[in-house]
Nanobody, 115 residues
Framework: QVQLTESGGGLVQPGGSLTLSCAAS????????LGWYRQAPGKQRELVAI???????NYADSVKDRFTISRDIDRNTVSLQMDSLNPEDTGVYYC?????????WGQGTQVTVSS
């Protein structure tokens, strides 16, 4: 099994920045991809950013050029740098990893963008 633990959420003003981190522990099966989803109140969970095992990354159109996903292979962590935040970015952010042992999710971390 793989356990994912997120950190870094919080309250930020519009235009501000936050960095989310997700640390993986447990059995490190072969990884196919990892990334971040978010769920705003009353909305479905949506993909924010994904990084494939080769290092390529894709982003939702709504966060392109504002968010950056990165991975530290040695530390088994994935981060999401979020800049120029706006109220529409508010939600619970979940990291996930797609490994040969299955699909794993973190518990979620709240991000609130408000003045």
């Amino acid at each position: 099994q793989v356990q994912l633990t997120e950190s870094g959420g919080g309250l930020v003003q519009p235009g501000g920045s936050l960095t989310l981190s997700c640390a993986a522990s447990g059995t490190m099966f072969t990884i196919y991809g990892l990334g971040w989803y978010r769920q705003a109140p009353g909305k479905q969970r949506e993909l924010v950013a994904i990084m494939f095992s080769g290092g390529n990354a894709n982003y939702a159109d709504s966060v392109k050029d504002r968010f950056t996903i990165s991975r530290d292979i040695d530390r088994n962590t994935v981060s999401l740098q979020m800049d120029s935040l706006n109220p529409e970015d508010t939600g619970v952010y979940y990291c996930y990893e797609d490994r040969s042992g299955g699909l794993y999710w973190g518990q979620g971390t709240q991000v609130t963008v408000s003045s």
